[in-house]
């Protein structure tokens, strides 16, 4: 019952963020859009920049989970999507005090499955752990910039396009700076 409570929380949160701001949105909001009580929102969150987190590392989360080196790209679009298709959602909190609580746990989702990434590509190379993970921190980073920056812009570049030229510039770089990495 605990996550299902939170998942409520989070589409409340969501619904609410269509139509106001996240810097003005209260716990009374969020619990009054899905019927639950502030006790019940603070048995789960201590406070709204909790759910917050909470909502973004669950989103990123639920769209890479399948990601690997082979499909990156359509998870990665997929990702624009979902920002594009909750325009206002994703403007609301890129405007707002929250866009660093947004980057730091989308950071920590897209971290986890490029290091994943990273760590195949990596079979049979005696890479340090320390090269690996600057690999995955400079690629997380890369990602988390650029679609941030195509937020800023009121996403107006086609995402798939986006996709494509990433895509054209990262084919076969984990490998080929994994090798020079190598032992």
């Not at 400079?138 to 195509?150: C, K």
């Amino acid at each position: 019952m605990t996550n299902d409570t939170k998942n409520i929380l989070k589409e409340s949160l969501c619904a609410v963020l269509h139509h106001k701001n996240i810097d003005k949105i209260t716990i009374k909001d969020v619990v009054s859009e899905c019927h639950l009580t502030r006790q019940t929102f603070y048995n789960h969150f201590s406070d709204i920049y909790a759910l917050v987190e909470y909502s973004s590392s669950q989103v990123a989360d639920d769209v890479l989970k399948n990601a690997d080196y082979d499909n990156w790209q359509e998870a990665f679009y997929q990702i624009m999507i979902l920002i594009q298709n909750n325009q206002k959602l994703a403007k609301n909190v890129y405007l707002s005090v929250y866009r660093d609580v947004m980057h730091k746990y989308i950071y920590e989702v897209i971290y986890k499955y490029i290091i994943q990434i990273v760590e195949e590509q990596a079979n049979g190379l005696n890479v340090d752990q320390s090269h690996k993970n600057f690999i995955a921190h400079f690629y997380s980073l890369a990602f988390i910039s650029i679609i941030f920056e195509w937020v800023r812009n009121d996403m107006k570049e086609d995402p798939r396009n986006i996709v494509d030229q990433i895509s054209v510039l990262v084919q076969g770089d984990f490998k080929k700076a994994l090798r020079k990495y190598s032992i």
